[in-house]
């Protein structure tokens, strides 16, 4: 299975926490009937589809993932929602937009720009291809914040603090405000939107993780048995009381000066 399999994606991210996320960041866009909007980092196009159905069949919503295979689950879904017409989904990288500048109502860069190792040129280009006035809103983790429950926390840290790595941004959102400025936007909101699971269900967001967690450990270094045995005990966590997942996501709603 790879890391961005888009079944499971499907699965993780039709689930009540990330669907409120979803919620939230739609709610902050105020996306109207008529405008034009980009989803970076689209997935498999949940948000993107959702947007589609506010601007209607005079707006237009384009997704970009760096996955061939993410941008056709997108496809499908956008056809399955009955808004293929309203939506373009591509291939995309978040620092060179194939936009015209000055062309978007707004931006929306979910769990996208943790990834992004050169964060200045990703936000200049959300910036160019905007509307004065037009609105950028950003989720992201800092990874700081998860909690969970562990029978060893010690082990629990090594696996925490190796899995980060992966990420060129692990804890971006105390920066994003200095950056969001930087970049020509005015900072209107931030908003925490805490994901919590309090039992283990494999098609959960904490379920679908633990196994990419666990192998990106030992990618950066901590021993696979190690690993292992990290997953196992929280995968062995099915009785009531007995499991406990939280992670804060930060929403920044910008507008460009």
Not at 165 to 173: C, I, T
Not at 177 to 192: D, H, I, M, N
Not at 201 to 222: C, E, H, N, Q, R
């Amino acid at each position: 299975m790879t890391r961005f399999d888009p079944e499971r994606m499907e699965r993780m991210y039709g689930s009540p926490p990330i669907a409120e996320q979803r919620a939230r960041t739609r709610a902050a866009l105020a996306a109207r009937p008529g405008e034009r909007g980009l989803d970076i980092g689209t997935g498999v196009g949940f948000l993107a589809c959702e947007l589609a159905k506010e601007v209607g069949a005079a707006g237009h919503v384009t997704g970009i993932d760096l996955g061939e295979e993410l941008v056709d689950a997108a496809r499908e879904k956008a056809r399955r929602s009955g808004v293929e017409d309203q939506t373009t989904f591509k291939v995309g990288d978040a620092t060179s937009l194939e936009i015209a500048d000055g062309s978007l109502d707004f931006v929306a860069a979910v769990q996208v720009y943790l990834y992004v190792k050169d964060i200045d040129r990703a936000l200049r280009e959300a910036a160019r291809v905007l509307k004065p006035g037009g609105r950028l809103a950003v989720v992201d983790t800092d990874w700081d914040s998860c909690v969970w429950l562990t029978s060893d926390r010690a082990r629990h840290h090594r696996i925490m603090e190796a899995r980060v790595q992966e990420f060129a941004q692990p804890h971006l959102p105390p920066m994003l405000p200095r950056l969001l400025q930087r970049a020509g936007f005015a900072l209107k909101s931030v908003e925490a939107i805490p994901v919590l699971n309090r039992e283990y269900d494999p098609d959960s967001f904490s379920g679908g993780i633990i196994d990419i967690t666990a192998k990106l450990a030992t990618k950066f270094g901590v021993e696979a048995a190690e690993a292992a045995a990290w997953a196992d005990d929280l995968k062995s966590r099915t009785a009531e009381g007995e499991y406990f997942f939280s992670v804060n996501r930060y929403l920044f709603l910008a507008a460009r000066r």
